[in-house]
């Protein structure tokens, strides 16, 4: 059976907006335009709610944006540090 999109939203991991801005190094509003240019998928359950953005979407968007400079050799120990809560892998 499939899932409706917008239920299977609520089973994949996502992260606010502060977060983000954090991870890549930029301002909420600069998150809010990604999310409206649709470069990054985030939703709010509410209007003037908070925003809950895919991790997915964060990771794809980081991903164009090394591939567009060549920036793929990151420190992976940067990677780990700023993975979300419950995210980080240990040895």
Known sequence: MNRPEQLS???EHKVDSSWVARHL???EPTVLRLIKK???EGFQLVPRGSWHIL????LKYEASIREKY????VDSA?????????????K
């Open 70 to 73: 060549g920036l793929n050799n």
């Open 38 to 40: 649709e470069l990054l």
């Open 25 to 27: 190094g930029i301002s």
């Open 9 to 11: 939203l609520f089973s």
């Open 55 to 58: 991790y997915e979407s964060v």
């Open 78 to 90: 940067a990677q780990k540090r700023h993975q979300p809560d419950g995210q980080r892998r240990h």
